[in-house]
């Protein structure tokens, strides 16, 4: 039987990405004479948000992606929000718009999202590009961080994802949706599981690659895990002792699988990556 246990390591991947992201834009530099710009918008007083597009600009910073960041007063108004997406859109050196969830309660957060240009959506969360992706035309679209994320890791531990049972456990627009998706245009037989399904532990084990995207400290046990399988935690949680921990009960279930991401240093690192990555691509497509 093939080694069981290895750690994928997202760290080490994510830079290997950040390193393909900084060439490809020191080429379109060469080539054009400007490197992509991103727009962050943080409309909320999160204090969790403002730590994580402080870090989204510091990795544009290290890969050459022009960043500015917006960050409005909480209370701005509705009306307000969008005139600024609007700006954006009309700005011929913006390529990437993201604007950082969640929104206060008095934002209409899919119509903000629907506002957004498809074409510098680098969130991928547009109708239009999640309707892409859906469809399985995935050239044109811009596709969720995340997703992208766990799918490079799949790829880098060696994962065989051609007529593989996938399970993925959540249906988020952000991760769940989007990674079936992806994991069926690679030709997996792909089953989504959510809070109502039945039986879950047991169709959990029947996977040969698990997606674990609930938000439930520690909620795959080891006896969900099938021997071999690859897994992929995109939990990121605090357990009762405030630590950082994923969906998976990291210890029981590398025991049984091939090879699976730890939490913290799994798929956390892979996002930034892939932002920047998508950001890249947006430039590529609107500029050349
Ligand atoms: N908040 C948490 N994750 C994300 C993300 O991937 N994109 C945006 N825009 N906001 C988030």
Redesign the pocket.
Known sequence: MAKLGDIIDGREISKKVRAEVKAKVDALKAKIGTTPHLVVVLASDDPA?AV?VRNKGKAADEVGIRNTQHTLPADTSAEDLLALVEKLNADPDVDGI?????LPAHHDTEAVIRAIDPTKDV?G?HPNNAGRLARGDESDALI???PRGCIRLLEESGAQLEGANAVVLGRSR?VGRPVADLLTNRNATVTVCHSRTKELPAIAARADVLVAAIGRPYFVKGSFVKFGATVIDVGINRNDEGKLCGDVAFTAARERARAITPVPRGVGPM?IAF?LDNTLIAATRRRS
């Open positions: 948000s994580y993201l604007v950082q969830l969640p969130d969360l969720p961080c995340t952000l996002t932002l």
